[in-house]
């Protein structure tokens, strides 16, 4: 018996203390965020002496020249259309169809996804980098949107392949059945029906462009064309001496994608239990 | 019923009679030119992103190629060159310890955690929302973030230390014997909610019958979670223990944005050595040619411990 209560006590412990460790850096960014390195030194906590809300105007604009949250937001909102509409047109698409393949093709299919999600990233980042410098798609939020959709591509391909698997085949019978063709019944019956495994999907490509940065930090190498991710990495040399806007940087970087979390973690959820990761 | 039509679409699709008797309907064989749209797309981009660069990697490697003009062969000097005189080797020996502990300690925590909520905790669901949050976090971010909490005096874990009594003047990141570990703290912080998922979920189709049973025939917590929960678990855990070490093998983010590498090349496992070498020294052959040996370790690794995990689950 008290064993047993000390293991629960134990467990407890345990419990709220990783809580704390998973809370706590993001409440302290918060509270950083509206200091100046004098109270950061003084008031260690964040709590006491002067706020500075103005930290979040330094860190929206950016540091004197260079790119502000405004440039890496809009840089990711484009990158993560582009990666969402190449790798959830195309690989839900070639998931679906995928099914109706043979056997030997299907498992042919299957294994090139397979074999992409292995092949180690570190031997493909220099060949982007040589085509991409060749063709001049450097510093283009755009283009490394349509990468980053292409390299999700397996995660997409066989989470929703091995959903589309038990897919209900009687509604589509009966949709070709009304007269129409194939590819419009997967158009108008299999997309709606499988909006939840697509948001799941788009979820984890969502977190996976908003945070990526070892492939971005190659291709985008001008403060304006980088995404919130490498961009931190930017504010983190330029704001070495003045912590506030910093913090505020790393606040308004973090808190959208939180929120996005909060309000759809459901489907991170059921994406990672379909078997996708975010890489 | 479902089976027996989908066998049929796929005879219909291979253009051979099915051995099966057609169930009336006119679904089945999708035409084979909307099978080529459809599915050739996502495959050739593979082919063109994925394929076609890791063979021009190869070839780099081989090449002394600066970054721009033409790419000339010369042979294996590269693999020579970053055998002998290059950090190459000690950062296989940083990315194995970076990486096995960084795993041991994912696994080992999310397996903990796992258990506590699995015993339906009051709060649970809280917990399990809350702790995935560092896994949400840009990487940059976070690793920002706790480079500066790391710093001696000003960081916040020195001025937590120094409140109990545990000095704050503590400049791991500063040092080349220590500065590894923070970075391993931080990659543990970041990944142990993902690993938790995969874990919880393998504890929650263990039937409570089992644990009922268990609790009748007198078992303690602790002695219910080691000799029962855990081995009906192992798959999962060696699934995500392999998963994890291969992750933070490849791991590049955390480390660069708290210490770039450094001090000196005391925390470049091998990303971070490939990067420095290629983008920043722009020796692109070099780097490519440790990319190869690191990528051929991995896919060794890889298929050996998946190997071992298997032959484990036949005991």
């Known amino acids: 018996m008290v064993r047993r209560y000390l293991g629960l006590t134990v467990g407890q412990v345990l419990l709220i203390g990783w809580t704390a460790l998973t809370l706590l850096p993001f409440l302290l960014i918060l509270a950083f965020s509206f200091r100046t390195n004098a109270d950061l030194y003084a008031h260690p906590l964040g709590v006491g002496g002067s706020y500075h809300p103005e930290n979040y105007l330094t860190a929206w604009q950016g540091p004197g020249d260079g790119a502000g949250m405004v440039t890496f937001f809009t840089n990711t909102v484009i990158a993560a259309v582009l990666a969402l509409v190449v790798t959830l047109t195309l690989g839900s698409m070639a998931a679906f169809f995928a099914t109706k393949l043979s056997p030997r093709l299907r498992s042919a299919f299957l294994g090139v996804f397979l074999v992409g999600q292995v092949v180690p990233f570190v031997l493909i980042i220099v060949p982007y980098f040589q085509v991409a410098n060749e063709l001049s798609l450097l510093n283009q939020p755009a283009v490394l949107g349509v990468v980053y959709g292409v390299l999700a591509m397996p995660t997409t391909v066989l989470v929703l392949n091995s959903y589309y698997a038990d897919f209900p085949y009687e509604l589509i019978e009966a949709a070709t059945v009304d007269g129409l063709g194939e590819f419009a019944a997967y158009l108008r019956v299999v997309l709606p029906l499988s909006k939840g495994a697509l948001t799941a999907v788009g979820m984890l490509m969502l977190v996976y462009v908003w945070g990526e940065a070892q492939l971005g930090i190659v291709m985008l190498q001008t403060p304006q064309s980088q995404t919130v991710s490498i961009g931190m990495l930017g504010f983190q040399g330029q704001f070495v001496s003045d912590l506030g806007p910093l913090f505020a940087g790393l606040s308004l970087a973090t808190i959208p994608v939180i929120i996005l979390y909060l309000v759809f973690n459901r489907f991170v959820t059921k994406g990672i239990a379909l078997g996708g990761v975010f890489r | ?315």
């Open chain 2, 1 to 315: 019923m479902v089976l027996a039509r989908k066998e049929t679409v796929l005879a219909g699709a291979r253009g051979r009679p099915s051995r099966r008797p057609r169930s009336g309907s006119r679904i089945v064989g999708s035409r084979r030119s909307t099978l080529v749209l459809t599915v050739l797309p996502a495959v050739l981009l593979m082919v063109l992103f994925v394929a076609l660069p890791a063979l021009e990697g190869i070839r780099i490697s081989f090449s002394d190629w600066s970054g721009f003009g033409s790419v000339d062969f010369i042979g294996l000097q590269n693999y020579i060159d970053a055998i002998e005189d290059s950090p190459f080797l000690g950062s296989l020996v940083t990315t194995a310890i970076y990486s096995s502990l960084s795993m041991a300690g994912i696994v080992v925590i999310a397996t903990l955690l796992a258990a506590a909520v699995s015993g339906r905790v009051r709060g649970s669901a809280f917990y399990r929302v809350v702790w995935f949050l560092p896994g949400i976090a840009p990487v940059t971010a976070a690793g920002v973030f706790w480079a500066i909490a790391f710093q001696p005096k000003t960081g916040i874990v020195n001025v937590l230390l120094g409140a109990i009594g545990l000095g704050n003047a503590h400049a791991w990141l500063a040092s080349p014997t220590l500065s590894i570990y923070p970075t391993i703290f931080v990659t543990v912080w970041a990944n142990v909610g993902f690993a938790f998922l995969l874990v919880l979920g393998a504890m929650e189709q263990i039937p409570t019958s089992v644990y009922e049973a268990a609790r009748i025939d007198g078992s303690s917590t602790l002695r219910t979670f080691f000799s029962l929960t855990l081995p009906l678990i192992r798959p999962v855990l060696a699934i995500t223990a392999v998963l994890e070490l291969i992750f933070q093998f490849n791991g590049f983010t955390i480390i660069w944005s708290m210490t770039q590498g450094g001090p000196g090349y005391a925390t470049s496992t091998l990303p971070v050595l490939i990067y420095t070498q290629a983008f920043q020294l722009t020796h692109f052959g070099v780097g490519g040619a440790m990319a190869v040996m690191g990528g051929a370790l991995l896919i060794v690794v890889g298929l050996f411990s998946i190997r071992l995990s298997r032959s484990k689950q036949e005991d």
